[in-house]
């Protein structure tokens, strides 16, 4: 494409799953590394040419493609009922199948809590996405991971031509996808008959032996957890990561995790752990999720399990999918809490809904919205009004935009400074996505008051605290002050403090973030920071991302820990 550097970044979304994200970004990347033109559909295709010629150009002329991930990105149908995606001129699938055949980095980036891709949701051109290694970009942590990800992308950029910044075989490589030669395509079978899978290099042999190892001190780790609530999780975790490659031993430990998790004898326990192994579950196993969301209790838990398990049916048995999504929709419906269930319920099944059915997911964002504003009490109203908008951002940003506008007006008017320094933080959490510079003034208003709090029950200290976590995401250094400048009464708050500190910090500085981590003195927070740092890590510092796995003591949390690193 004219004017495109070779330190181009091509961005690939689809419009009706990801665009707030991309356009967001797209600014943040223009104004962060000015050199490198941004390529986006919308902007960079001159009137009359081909797309398709368009795309090839701009691929060619890119060092780094980001593919933009929503809930929708694999299942979004058009107007005849069939999946995007397995069309051939899909263009999201052109940009990304173009990209991976001439050997362009790429770069998967699950948005909002996207699930990651398999292979089986793939057509053949696209399968070797799903064993890319996933950026996350969430809408409540939104600055720390567009911070990670500009960081990479910094780092493709820097390398110099023909470097391996990517250590992943070329495309070639793969016997089921084309390489491309000027305009023609040329299989491997055309040139020496099985030259392509003849050896695999050397550096993937030596990593999935890692992988083997590290899985295995997984499991280890998973198999000697003692809090029942969390073993099953454990297990299916390991259980996901082994799936492809020893299905037999993952459906042994998937088995195990459900018989723990019904065995509990507390119902509101054994709903968290069935809820919590549905998760892990869902992708490899779906009659067993399907039957295990059926069992939970929680009203709430059951409709978002049976909804996201929806999700990841949505492509491959669509009429199942819509039969899960209605029995989503009617248990939430059912549920009697309007003062936060009900309303974040609604919420989740409507965006995994939105999919197969907007209008209904935009009727039920309209309920969830209802129960909202029905509250009474100002500071939950504040918290649910800023949940919602956060479960809608991407699908319906005018709506999420006016929810948080709501939110704000409500938590300007308490008077309670305790209740208004909290209800000024979500909202400050909800906008800093979106409007970090709004969130930052609110951050400021919500410390001063928070600052001029006098008593003598801890009100000032809990309401820093709310401040520093809500600041982590857009100012960490002054978070990471405030932390310190505290007098906890218990050692579980300033824990907490720190490890969010931590989390929002482990992509952009993981050496202040690993810091802040190791001086928690409460063991379970201690844990949960480190494997956030070392997941964080897990891409681009295997070496220390497994240091830092190993000298965690929670095993629950050494385990999420060793399965990111595996999975990278």
């Not at 709090?453 to 002050?481: C, H, N, W």
Request: hydrophobic letters at 45%; one cysteine or more.
């Amino acid at each position: 494409m004219p004017g495109l550097s070779s330190g181009g970044i091509f961005l690939s979304y689809r419009r009706e799953d990801t665009a707030p994200y991309a356009r967001l970004l797209q600014s943040q990347l223009s104004e962060r590394i000015p050199d490198a033109q941004v390529f986006m559909d919308l902007d960079s295709i001159e009137p009359g040419r081909d797309f398709a010629d368009v795309i090839r150009e701009a691929v060619d002329s890119c060092a780094v493609l980001v593919a933009l991930i929503g809930r929708q990105w694999a299942t979004i149908a058009d107007e005849e009922g069939r999946r995007r995606l397995g069309a051939p001129d899909d263009y999201v699938r052109f940009e990304v199948q173009t990209a991976l055949e001439r050997g362009v980095r790429v770069i998967p980036v699950l948005v909002d809590e996207a699930r990651p891709l398999r292979q089986q949701q793939l057509p053949s051109g696209l399968q070797k996405l799903a064993r890319l290694n996933a950026l996350k970009l969430s809408y409540d942590r939104y600055q720390y991971d567009v911070d990670r990800l500009v960081d990479l992308i910094q780092q493709v950029l820097a390398a110099p031509p023909g470097a391996d910044t990517v250590h992943q075989p070329p495309a070639s490589a793969d016997a089921d996808t084309p390489a491309v030669t000027g305009s023609r395509i040329v299989r491997p079978d055309e040139n020496a008959p099985g030259e392509a899978a003849q050896k695999e290099p050397e550096p993937f042999r030596s990593d999935r032996a890692r992988a083997a190892r590290v899985l295995a001190d997984a499991e280890r780790a998973a198999q000697s957890v003692t809090e029942e609530y969390l073993k099953p999780m454990a297990l299916a975790e390991v259980a996901k990561a082994l799936a492809a490659a020893d299905p037999d031993h993952a459906a042994r430990l998937n088995a195990e995790a459900e018989d723990i998790a019904q065995s509990i004898s507390d119902e509101a326990t054994k709903a968290m752990a069935l809820a919590n192994l549905a998760v892990p579950l869902a992708a490899i196993d779906p009659d067993r999720t399907e039957r295990i969301a059926q069992s939970i209790s929680d009203e709430a838990m059951k409709a978002v399990a049976l909804a996201n398990l929806a999700v990841s049916l949505a492509a491959i048995d669509p009429d199942r999918a819509a039969r899960l999504n209605g029995d989503a929709e009617r248990i939430a419906q059912s549920i009697t809490d309007e003062y936060s269930g009900k309303g974040r319920a609604l919420a989740d099944v409507a965006k995994a809904l939105a999919a197969a059915d907007p209008g209904r997911a935009a009727w039920l964002i309209a309920d969830a919205e209802r129960i909202a504003q029905s509250i009474t009490d100002e500071s939950s109203k504040t918290k649910v009004l800023a949940e919602v908008a956060n479960v809608i951002a991407a699908a319906d940003p005018d709506r999420a935009a006016r929810l948080i506008a709501d939110a704000e007006r409500i938590a300007q008017s308490i008077a309670y400074k305790p209740g208004k320094v909290s209800a000024l933080a979500e909202v400050a959490k909800a906008l800093a996505a979106t409007d970090p510079d709004h969130a930052a003034r609110l951050n400021a208003e919500a410390e001063d008051i928070a600052q001029s709090i006098t008593d003598e029950y801890g009100e000032k200290e809990r309401a820093l605290a709310e401040v520093a976590k809500a600041m982590a995401f857009t100012d960490p250094s002054r978070a990471e002050q405030i932390t310190q400048s505290i007098t906890y009464r218990f050692e579980s708050e300033e824990a907490s403090t720190l490890a969010d500190v931590a989390r929002a910090l482990a992509g952009t500085d993981p050496g202040r973030a690993e810091r802040i981590a190791r001086s928690i003195t409460f063991e379970p927070e201690k844990a949960s920071a480190l494997a956030d740092v070392a997941g964080a890590l897990a891409a681009t510092d295997p070496d220390r991302a497994e240091y830092i796995a190993r000298s965690i003591t929670n095993k629950f949390s050494r385990v999420i820990a060793l399965v990111a690193i595996a999975e990278a």
